[in-house]
């Protein structure tokens, strides 16, 4: 066993609920071992108020959330980070920066349910749903071996947790 903590990077575009509730579910579940973060390309500014209820419901530590640029962790002061997923189709199509560190990266895609414009019930439903399967994709992460497997065997797992469970769907009823 190691005592390292792993640094991890969860990017979308807007970062105001994909990656935000990824950084809050690993800084939850994580323990020691694991310490998140999130950023946006093209950051909205806000934490979507639909995450921020939802956080706080499921008794997570919303209080240092924040909407954030990825050019925050480019610095020579940033945080070196071990892994870097994207969260959004998007994002992932972005040149990103170079992150410090050189971490393996890999694209866990999730619709946006903050791109849904429908009655509160129905939002708040796609929210969850998002949340748990973020959750669920975290949970087989962090129960990975990570000190254990090699670097090819490691990329491949990260990258099939990208596809743990299909993404909710907005259009669904």
């Avoid at 509730?21 to 639909?50: D, K």
């Avoid at 866990?108 to 849904?116: F, H, Q, R, S």
Wanted: aromatic letters at 10%.
């Amino acid at each position: 066993m190691t005592d390292k903590t792993y640094r991890v990077l969860f990017i979308c575009t807007g970062n105001s609920a994909r990656s935000i509730m990824a950084e809050a579910i690993l800084n939850q579940i994580g323990g020691r071992r694991f310490r998140g973060y999130s950023a946006g390309s093209h950051p909205v500014g806000y934490v979507h108020p639909a995450a921020l209820q939802l956080l706080n419901s499921l008794n997570h530590d919303t209080g240092e959330l924040r909407s954030k640029d990825w050019r925050e962790f480019t610095t020579e002061d940033a945080p070196s980070f071990d892994f870097v997923f994207t969260v959004c189709d998007k994002a992932a199509g972005e040149p990103c920066p170079v992150w410090p560190g050189q971490p393996m990266r890999a694209h866990w895609g999730v619709e946006d349910p903050a791109m849904l414009y429908a009655d509160d019930e129905r939002v708040q439903k796609l929210f969850f749903d998002t949340y748990l399967l973020l959750k669920r994709r975290i949970e087989l992460f962090c129960n990975l071996p990570l000190h254990k497997l090699d670097a090819i065997t490691l990329k491949n797992r990260v990258d099939e947790l990208g596809a743990t469970q299909s993404s909710p769907d907005i259009n669904s009823n």
